[in-house]
């Protein structure tokens, strides 16, 4: 069974750091693109960043260029999204999603499996 499970959301101020944590199991790494979305309050889902180990591609929206980082771990099956200088906008619910496609998409209808969403609020 495919599960992701997201942790690492809290609040924090403005100009902090956060890293968010995708755990996946019932499948591996290696084969599936992960990707991570938001979604703020009356806002559509929004693709943040993403990451193919297949192509070695990722992607990044302009709105977190220079400020965020994906990463993994296979050994742990992970998916990281660091979070720098954070901003009151990033402000949303994070979810991470897998994708069997080859390449990243930024595109939510493109994944196949989600997980349950992490909360992070930015003060100003």
């Known amino acids: 069974q495919v599960q992701l499970v997201e942790s690492g959301g809290g609040l924090v101020q403005s100009g902090g750091s956060l890293r968010l944590s995708c755990a996946a199991s019932g499948f591996t790494l290696d084969y599936y693109v992960i990707g991570w979305f938001r979604q703020a309050p009356g806002k559509e889902r929004e693709g943040v960043s993403c990451?193919?180990?297949?192509?070695?591609?990722?992607y990044y929206a302009d709105s977190v260029k220079g400020r965020f980082t994906i990463s993994k771990d296979n050994a742990k099956n992970t998916v990281y999204l660091q979070m720098n200088s954070l901003k009151p906008e990033d402000t949303a619910v994070y979810y991470c999603?897998?994708?069997?496609?080859?390449?990243?998409?930024?595109?939510?209808?493109?994944?196949?499996?989600w997980g349950q969403g992490t909360q992070v609020t930015v003060s100003s």
């Open positions: 999603a897998a994708s069997g496609a080859w390449v990243c998409s930024r595109v939510a209808g493109s994944y196949d499996y």
């Open positions: 990451i193919s180990s297949r192509s070695g591609s990722t």
